[in-house]
């Protein structure tokens, strides 16, 4: 990998692979719709002589591949929302990959679990079944399927899934809200079950091997999973988070009947209803393939890990504040 362009880099997931591959040398294009927030990115990590700021549509892959240049890799981090999916997150795929192929450039996707499902098993290989059940799952699928097509003769695309995450530029799961909340010292409200023991990654280790499957040339074509360090439940995470903020306002579990009232009013909290399953019969992933073709994974410890959230979000809202 020579060089790579992110999309949505300013983004949950795009934030740390940015930083991951300045962190690494790597020539990088930060690529996103704000201006603004593209050049925060840049004053987070030093204004670094390898990192390229480029305003544009991700919708668009004209602008992608003039963004690009000679990006031989491009990774695809720009988020739809949840109330949004069903009608936007195709057309978003097919620029992506029609960029990949003009650029004749590999193309690392970026995706989670909603394709397989209700699980089959304890934890799931790359293997496990796809039979998604709700609306988003069969989209999700066809995401996928759009991905991988035989019709893209020069793009080599592979696709990383990762279960539910955290991290100070986590902006789209389900514990930012909570996350945020507690960092701020607010009463707030929890996505589920609390006492269910589920999965959840640390975005900067996610993009550290992110980049580590992306930089091997026989990976593509492939899907890869990042697990987490294993199952935690959200009083834990409740726990450790007002630990490290040093505040202990109430924190409420949301259920489906409390879900469907707010999503009433709140598109994006409707549309989370159906995918509650995942919080009631979590879904855990395998690492096996990537630690036995990759090596082994490193994971930050979630104690560590939420208490860095934390930190993090605490120290953003001292910044806006100031």
Known sequence: MKKAIVLGATGGVGNPLTAELVKRGIETVAFGRSAGKLESLAQQLGHPSTLRLETGDAFNPEQIVKAAGEADVIFHSANIPYHEMEARLLPLGEAVMEAAERLGAKAVIVDGIYPYGRRTTDKATEDHPKQPHTRKGKVRLAYEELVFSPRWRRAEPLIVRLPDYYGPSAQASYLSVTME??????????????????????????????????????AYRQNWHIPGPGVISGREIVRIAQQASGKRKPVIPLGRTGISLIGLFNPVMKEVVEMLYLTEEPFILSGEKAERLIGPIAWTPHEQAIAETIRGLMRHERATLQ
């Open 181 to 218: 909340a507690i960092a701020a010292g607010k009463p707030t409200a929890f996505i589920g079950n609390m006492t269910i023991p589920r999965e959840y990654v640390y975005l900067p280790d996610a993009a550290r091997m992110i980049v580590e499957i992306a930089m091997r040339d026989d």
